[in-house]
C-alpha cells in the first residue's frame, strides 16, 4: 500500500508541471493572433520604424546576452579548472537569459504620437495573469526551497547566493518589463495600434518566460537534491516526503524545459509585410 501511495503522489505531483506546459502552449495561440493583426494592418512610417528598431534592439541585447555567458564559461575555467566542465551550460544559459531579459526591460518607446487622453490595455489582454502568477510562485519556491536547505546544512558555499540571486534577479528585471509594457500609452493612430499589442504582447511572454526559465531550473534541482538526500539518509522515518521532493523536482525541470522550448521559438521579432488582404 505504501508503495502505491508513493506512486500516485509521485504522478499527481507532476501534474502541475504539465499544467504549466499547457498554459504556455495556449498563450503560444495569443502570440500568433497578435502575428497576424501585424500582418492584417497596414502601419504608419512611424509603426515601421518601431518595428525595425526594437528588432535591432533585441539582437543587440541577445548577442550581449551570449557574450556574457561566454565570459561566465572562462570564468569558470579559470576558478575551478576542470571541474568547471559541469557550469559551462548554466552559465551559459544564465548569460542568454540574462540578453533576453535586458532587452524586454530596456525596450526603447516608439516614436509615434501617442493617445490624447492615454489610453492603456490591461496586462489580462497582454498574457495570461496564470503565467505571470505562476513565474511569481515559481520564485517564492526557489527562496523557500533553498532557506530550508540552508537550515538544514545542506546549501551552503558559494553555491546558495547564486542559486537564490539567480531567480530573483531574472524576476525583478521581468516585473520591470512587464510594468513598462502596461504602462505604455498606446498610438493615436489606429494603424500602430496592432503593432502595439503584439510588442507588449511579445514583450509579456519573452519575460515571463525567461525569469520562469530562471527559477524553475534551480527549484527542480534543489527539489531533487533534497529528495535524494533525505531518502538516502538511514531511518528516514516516512518515503513519502522524499518521493514528493523528487517527483516536484522533476516536474519543475520539466516545465522548464518546456518553457525553453517556447521561448527560443519565440525570438523572433514582430515583423509586418504587405497586408495579407491586399489585392
Do not use: C, K, N, Y
Request: proline share 6%; charged share 15%.
Amino acid at each position: 500500500m505504501g508503495r502505491l501511495i508513493a506512486v500516485v503522489l509521485f504522478v499527481a505531483l507532476l501534474v502541475p508541471g504539465v499544467l504549466l506546459a499547457r498554459a504556455w502552449g495556449l498563450a503560444a495561440a495569443r502570440r500568433a493572433v497578435a502575428g497576424a493583426a501585424v500582418e492584417l494592418a497596414d502601419p504608419t512610417p512611424e509603426g515601421v520604424d518601431t518595428l525595425r528598431r526594437q528588432a535591432a534592439h533585441g539582437r543587440r541585447w541577445r548577442g550581449l546576452g551570449l557574450l556574457l555567458g561566454v565570459a561566465g564559461i572562462v570564468a569558470s575555467v579559470v576558478l575551478f579548472a576542470e571541474a568547471s566542465v559541469f557550469l559551462w551550460i548554466p552559465a551559459l544559459a544564465v548569460g542568454l537569459l540574462a540578453g533576453v531579459l535586458l532587452a524586454e526591460a530596456t525596450r526603447p518607446r516608439p516614436r509615434w504620437a501617442l493617445s490624447s487622453p492615454a489610453r492603456r490595455p490591461g496586462q489580462g489582454e497582454q498574457i495570461s495573469a496564470w503565467l505571470v502568477w505562476s513565474m511569481r510562485a515559481v520564485v517564492a519556491g526557489v527562496l523557500l526551497a533553498a532557506g530550508l536547505m540552508w537550515d538544514a546544512g545542506d546549501l551552503g558555499g558559494a553555491v546558495a547566493p547564486i542559486v537564490v540571486a539567480v531567480p530573483v534577479v531574472a524576476w525583478l528585471t521581468a516585473e520591470i518589463a512587464l510594468l513598462r509594457a502596461l504602462l505604455r500609452p498606446m498610438p493615436a493612430a489606429g494603424a500602430d495600434v496592432p503593432v502595439d499589442e503584439a510588442l507588449r504582447t511579445w514583450t509579456a511572454h519573452l519575460a515571463t518566460a525567461a525569469a520562469s526559465i530562471a527559477a524553475l531550473l534551480p527549484l527542480g534541482t534543489l527539489l531533487l537534491r533534497a529528495g535524494l538526500d533525505l531518502g538516502d539518509r538511514p531511518g528516514g522515518g516516512l518515503d513519502v516526503l522524499p518521493v514528493a521532493l523528487v517527483a516536484g523536482g522533476f516536474s519543475a525541470l520539466a516545465a522548464g524545459l518546456a518553457v525553453t522550448v517556447f521561448l527560443v521559438t519565440w525570438l523572433r521579432p514582430v515583423r509586418s509585410a504587405a497586408p495579407a488582404l491586399a489585392g
